[in-house]
């Protein structure tokens, strides 16, 4: 687990952040009514717009995104 890192999402992982996320919700409640590379763009431009109030943190194993919070 030396390779695992937690850190502040940067930019260009939230599409990755969004992929978790859309996935999550399917595992729990089933396929959602959004496909999926349509939830990743509006998500993402949520993400950006709300980055003053909504931190994202990431869990990376080397360059790939592997879990994620909101704080």
């Known amino acids: ?8 999402a940067q ?3 939230l599409a990755a952040v969004a ?5 999550w ?11 999926l590379d349509e939830f990743v ?3 993402v431009a949520w993400a950006r717009e709300n980055e003053s109030s ?11 995104v592997i879990g994620m919070a909101w704080i």
């Not at 687990?1 to 502040?8: A, F, H, L, N, S």
């Not at 992929?19 to 996935?23: D, P």
């Not at 909504?54 to 790939?64: A, E, S």
């Open 25 to 35: 919700v399917q595992e729990i409640y089933g396929t959602p009514e959004t496909a």
């Open 1 to 8: 687990m030396k390779d695992i890192t937690v850190r502040p």
């Open 19 to 23: 992929e978790l996320r859309w996935r």
């Open 41 to 43: 763009p509006r998500f």
């Open 54 to 64: 909504h931190r994202c943190m990431v869990m990376v194993r080397g360059d790939v």
């Open 11 to 13: 930019p260009n992982e």
